[in-house]
């Protein structure tokens, strides 16, 4: 584990947490295993970067993220410690036994339609408990959902509140970026102050493009190349990858991507509703679903009636008809 984290993190901690092993470095953390020594149990311990706690001040950040620690959701992982050491500012979750939505892809491939709509609403079942208490990802990316035993678990909802509170402007003058390029919205890349729940809505349909295509829909060299493409261009569609992926869900997917948030879903549900649209009710190429709800009433509902009324109409005719030849 990196030099400058370790003694201090392990003195410091002493009684209360023993680090085990480095997990990774993100932009705003550095992950560890660790074994909650009061409790018996392993934990992913996260230490904010240097630079990013300076910015947020160790007092209003440990008071913003204690709200987190209430949201309790099945997708969602909870908050159960935090505090500052050294200078350092921490939280601590429960460490998942399963494996993040990267690897998964990574290990799979393309993913089925089904499996991948699936995921795509458990995820939204998290940000919609979320956003209804008026807290935004921000930063929805494969490596920050864990699948668990096949479901969905969404890390680091308590980040996003705590930086969005506690850092302020400082958090834009500082030039400390929220989000990761190939998942962020356009505002997001543009650097908007204000954004609301449709850039998690857009991160969301990145995520379900990724798993479908196998990479995201905006690619480049560097970052900065990611980020320019994600506010001039316009995401590809994700028939353009893989055409037999049913029409309303290209369809849904193009409208949660949207380089304009007003052309967006405004809630994940109804994001998600327009991924479960009953199949017959769009064609199965990749154009606009025609509506067959005529044709099928027609079918269905007036084809008995007119072979009636015709039956009887040639029974009434074969009988005068029968009539008339009589001597």
Do not use: C, W
Request: net charge neutral; no cysteine; glycine share 8%.
């Amino acid at each position: 584990m990196p030099r400058s984290y370790t003694a201090e993190l392990g003195t410091a901690l002493a009684g209360r947490y023993l680090i085990e092993e480095h997990l990774g470095k993100g932009g705003m953390a550095t992950v560890y295993r660790a074994l909650d020594l009061k409790h018996d149990r392993a934990v992913a311990l996260k230490v904010l970067n240097p630079e990013l706690g300076a910015v947020l001040g160790a007092e209003r950040f440990l008071t913003e993220i204690k709200v987190t620690a209430t949201m309790q959701h099945p997708n969602l992982l909870t908050l159960i410690d935090s505090g500052e050491v050294g200078g350092l500012l921490y939280y601590v979750m429960p460490l998942l036994d399963g494996e993040t939505l990267r690897a998964y892809i990574a290990r799979s491939g393309q993913l089925p339609v089904n499996d991948a709509v699936r995921i795509a609403a458990g995820i939204a079942q998290a940000l919609a408990y979320a956003h209804a208490r008026d807290i935004i990802h921000r930063d929805l990316k494969p490596e920050n959902v864990i699948l668990q035993h096949g479901q969905p678990i969404v890390l680091d909802f308590g980040i996003a509140l705590a930086l969005r509170n506690a850092g302020g402007a400082r958090m834009t003058q500082t030039g400390v970026a929220m989000g990761t390029p190939q998942y962020m919205s356009p505002e997001q890349a543009s650097g908007e102050k204000q954004v609301d729940a449709r850039v998690d809505i857009y991160a969301l349909g990145t995520l379900l493009f990724e798993m479908l295509a196998g990479e995201a829909p905006h690619t480049g060299p560097t970052p900065q190349s990611v980020m320019s493409r994600v506010i001039t261009t316009e995401a590809r569609s994700i028939a353009s990858v893989r055409p037999l992926v049913p029409a309303h869900i290209a369809a849904a997917i193009a409208k949660a991507l949207a380089r304009n948030p007003a052309d967006r879903f405004s809630t994940v549900d109804e994001f998600v509703a327009a991924l479960q649209r009953p199949a017959d009710a769009v064609t199965t190429g990749t154009g606009p679903a025609d509506d067959m709800s005529g044709i099928s009433s027609f079918r269905h509902g007036h084809s008995t009636p007119i072979l009636i009324a015709v039956a009887l109409a040639t029974l009434v005719v074969g009988f005068l008809a029968g009539r008339l030849s009589t001597p």
